[in-house]
């Protein structure tokens, strides 16, 4: 694959999760009750529609100026890598993808909102994890994408100098 083509891999993965993202929560916005829980499967899934002013998992870290400086710097920052990354397999190149369509709809809600638009309510048994969003999910499985890559490569890379020390 070409670098231009994998270098669209990764913007139109961002693309596809802000667009899906933006969609959920303009669904939620117009269909929940603000703390109002909707089962979806039983009391393990629910939609319950949640501002977030704080950072992921609403933990109160920073105000809702420095949360966006700081979600904007880092969506430019793996644009760029996205950029520099033409080289890389386009599943590396599509978690980076996920992260960034991530980072800019939670962005963009703190821009439209002053904070973010939380609707999945998932829990069990009197526990529930803090809700969260589709751009959430993006930026939680883009990470693990490139956390399991990059133990492919270096797998390979000890494998390979373990062949050329042994070969010497």
Known sequence: MTEQRSRLCGYATALCVLALDQLTKKLA???????HPEAVLGNFLRFTLAWNQGAAFSLP?????FLAVITAAAAAMVSIFIWKSGKR?????????????????????????????????VGFTGWRWPTFNVADIAITVGGIILVI????????????????????
């Open 29 to 35: 916005l117009g269909g929940l009750e603000l703390h």
């Open 149 to 168: 890559l990059y133990r492919k490569e270096a797998a390979a890379l000890k494998s390979s100098e373990e062949e050329t020390d042994g070969s010497t």
């Open 61 to 65: 870290w920073g105000g809702p100026l």
């Open 89 to 121: 397999s386009p599943y590396f190149l599509a978690g980076l993808g996920a992260i960034l369509g991530g980072a800019l709809g939670n962005l963009l809600d703190r821009f439209m909102y002053g904070k973010v638009v939380d609707f999945i309510d």
